[in-house]
């Protein structure tokens, strides 16, 4: 042969494989919702009408090669879901959501080993970064019905909300509680009429595991949330006086030691986190007075500086996520001279909005959780007494009005998604 070849990729059998424009490509334009990918094929697929999810061959060999193209330019309206049928996605496993939304995008991706699976080669320099699955549970978990308990209340899929389980961690209220590990939960801090720095670890069943101490400065008032998709952070809270002191917490469950500095000291603030590239939100709170200020999280677990005017200022509300693109949820709580009955949504670039009433019975030291993968819920409280009433969040960030009579009645709790299964 003579000649110079150009753009091709070596197969691990040492096979040329074919450049895009030497592929196979389908003459029938894709329109259907679902597609099952050849290997050396191209497809040019139209979403005009539906979202199409793309099943990628279940067992392709090194240097394997397949091209998308948008067809109609709808993929902005109707994204492209790829399936990767067991395999990883760019060093990612198959549980992770991987979509193109880009309105004219084409995508070449080869498939490399087992460790990277599938690699774009080429994806018009808009790559989406994969999302990992959501949580479907969650946990209720400790507070106060008159003494300080450690009851928990798991929530299925479908946003029930269980009876009580007896207690397996120190009983105790005020403390915090995330995500981590895509799949578990923490709870941790807290107070048993002194404070603590007891930390319990969830499973992805909801076991709650036995007690865990000596990370980071015992407080009450601190709040998790997740962020860089696997991790958690506490911060801010109450030794004695209110504190700015955050920990991190990384994807196995260990807890960092103590690091401060960022954001004005409070206790009681609502944290969750949002957006698609995992970042995290903390806002309102009590320091010396109620706050209705905020500060973003990086997906790197940094706290930035307040964010003042967002919202009634308040402290002990609840938060969630909902949606499917990373939107969050911000919930009761207690003013000044009033309990809140307001709700702010939090869109995935971290943008507060402004009030809006709330459905529901208002009220302050609840706890929220995502379930069902894009809904949450918040539940318990204190109104004049403690409470168990519950009010789901949809998928549209909407306040339901009251569930109530599941769990025993009390205050001062946490909660936090569990099970990427549901």
């Given at each position: ?113 087992a460790t990277k699976g599938w690699i774009p080669v080429s994806d018009d320099a808009v790559a989406d970064v994969p999302v990992a699955p959501p949580t479907q549970k969650g946990i209720f978990g400790f507070g106060n ?159 930035g500086s307040d964010v003042s005017g967002v919202g009634t200022a308040r402290v002990g509300g609840a938060s969630s996520t909902y949606g499917t693109t990373g939107q969050a949820i911000f919930v009761y709580g207690g ?88």
């Amino acid at each position: 042969m003579s000649g110079t070849v150009t753009s091709n990729v070596f197969k691990a059998s040492g096979v040329i494989a074919a450049t895009p424009g030497g592929l196979d490509w389908s003459s029938a334009v894709i329109t259907g919702s679902t597609l099952s990918a050849e290997t050396g094929r191209g497809y040019f697929i139209n979403t005009t009408s539906n979202i199409c999810t793309i099943t990628l061959p279940a067992s392709p060999a090194i240097g394997d090669q397949i091209v998308f193209a948008d067809y109609a330019r709808t993929w902005a309206t109707n994204n492209v879901i790829i399936d990767s049928n067991g395999n990883n996605f760019q060093g990612d496993p198959d549980s992770y959501t991987v979509d193109y939304d880009t309105a004219g995008q084409s995508l070449n991706i080869v498939y490399s080993d087992a460790t990277k699976g599938w690699i774009p080669v080429s994806d018009d320099a808009v790559a989406d970064v994969p999302v990992a699955p959501p949580t479907q549970k969650g946990i209720f978990g400790f507070g106060n019905t008159g003494s300080v308990t450690g009851v928990t209340n798991l929530v299925n899929s479908s946003g029930v909300v269980a009876s009580d389980v007896s207690a397996v961690g120190t009983a105790r209220n005020n403390l915090g509680s995330a995500t981590y590990g895509f799949d578990k939960a923490i709870f941790a801090f807290g107070s048993t009429g002194s404070n603590v720095n007891t930390r319990n670890l969830v499973n992805n069943s909801g076991v709650v595991a036995s007690d865990a101490t000596g990370a980071g400065t015992a407080r009450n008032g601190p709040t998790g949330a997740k962020y860089g998709f696997d991790k958690a952070i506490f911060a801010f809270g109450n030794t004695g006086s209110v504190v700015n002191t955050r920990n991190l917490v990384s994807n196995s469950g260990v807890v960092a030691a103590d690091a401060t500095g960022a954001g004005t000291a409070r206790n009681r603030p609502n944290g969750v986190g949002y957006g698609t590239t995992g970042q995290a939100i903390y806002a309102y709170g009590y320091g010396g007075g109620y706050l209705n200020m905020s500060n973003l999280v990086t997906n790197q677990g940094v706290v930035g500086s307040d964010v003042s005017g967002v919202g009634t200022a308040r402290v002990g509300g609840a938060s969630s996520t909902y949606g499917t693109t990373g939107q969050a949820i911000f919930v009761y709580g207690g003013g000044l001279s009033d309990l809140i009955d307001k709700f702010n949504l939090v869109t995935n670039v971290g943008v507060v909005g402004s009030d809006q009433t709330a459905a529901g019975t208002k009220r302050q030291a609840l706890g929220g959780t995502s379930y069902g993968g894009d809904k949450g819920i918040v539940g318990f409280g204190e109104i004049a007494s403690k409470s168990n009433l519950s009010n789901k969040i949809s998928s549209s960030g909407v306040v339901a009005s009251d569930t109530s009579g599941v769990g025993s009645a009390r205050d001062g709790i946490a909660a936090a998604g569990f099970s990427t299964s549901a």
